[in-house]
């Protein structure tokens, strides 16, 4: 599935992957197959992906309730097409925060090349010699400002304080933290690494909530502990196969996306699978 045309609901927003319909006082999420790289939609989807980010979602929100409510209501499809099974989960309509909450417990990605180039990531400034992929001495919480095209950008702590307020910053900042360390924990014991991850929280009536994806191979990066080695990029549950192809092709990352050749599309759509099913416990 890779766009959504539901009439009985108004369409709010059509995202990288999600659709989103108002329904009144609730949403409807709609997760489809696209896939983007390099800030680019593809042309070729990946089957059961959007089936994969929802389900992980609220297989997630469900473990993570204790910690603090989210906007989850039900995954109940009545009256939708079949193929929306699975797929589409109902949620509260809330006042999102304009940043991204990351949380860092590896040193990877974004955070790894800032590190190279001025020894802190965020304004935090972290230990000498370190590599590629270590592990940090304690988790970060490294905030983004959200973007609606193009990459988040990197903010300090400080920066979060004069976007939200002092209070709220900090109190998102040890959500963050807290729901990583959860689900670090849990993750690890699964064999698998949460190197790290991003929430977004809003409010409703006053109270902070989370919102959105939670913990999914597209907002996070899962790495297997069986093939964990520091000093280099890590093998991981995500897209990096269709990185990997676009690079061998010398796409300019420029619209249109190209097509994927059927072998790429089945191995992400595999690693998809996979980490849902080690993570959870269950099949698609």
């Not at 940043?99 to 972290?126: D, F, N």
């Not at 004069?162 to 990583?180: F, K, P, V």
Request: one cysteine or more; hydrophobic letters at 35%; a neutral charge.
């Amino acid at each position: 599935m890779l766009e959504t045309h539901l009439t009985q609901y108004p369409l709010l927003v059509r995202g990288k992957v999600r659709d989103v319909y108002d329904g009144g006082n609730r949403m409807l999420i709609v997760a489809t197959d696209r896939i983007s790289a390099f800030d680019v939609i593809l042309g070729s989807g990946i089957p059961d992906k959007g089936r994969v980010l929802t389900q992980i979602t609220v297989f997630w929100l469900d473990l993570l309730r204790p910690v603090v409510p989210n906007h989850f209501l039900n995954a109940d499809t009545p009256g939708l097409p079949k193929e929306y099974s699975g797929r589409s989960m109902w949620v509260k309509k809330a006042s999102m925060f304009p940043v991204e909450c990351v949380a860092r417990g590896y040193l990877s990605g974004s955070g790894w090349k800032e590190y190279v180039a001025t020894g802190s990531v965020c304004g935090i400034s972290l230990p000498k010699g370190l590599r590629e992929s270590d592990r940090l001495p304690e988790p970060i919480f490294t905030p983004a400002t959200k973007a609606q095209s193009g990459h988040d950008e990197n903010i300090s702590f400080e920066q979060t304080r004069s976007l939200i307020g002092s209070d709220t910053a900090i109190r998102l900042r040890n959500l963050t933290l807290e729901l990583y360390k959860k689900a670090s924990e849990y993750a690890l014991a699964r064999g698998i690494i949460i190197a790290d991850t991003k929430f977004e929280f809003g409010t409703v009536d006053g109270e902070i909530i989370l919102c959105d994806e939670v913990l999914t191979p597209d907002s996070s990066r899962f790495w297997p502990l069986d093939t964990y080695e520091p000093g280099q990029a890590q093998r991981s549950y995500d897209k990096q196969f269709v990185r990997d192809y676009l690079e061998s092709i010398h796409w300019n990352k420029q619209p249109p996306g190209p097509v994927l050749p059927d072998e790429i599309t089945s191995r992400t759509a595999a690693k998809y699978r996979e980490a849902y099913t080690v993570l959870t416990g269950r099949t698609l």
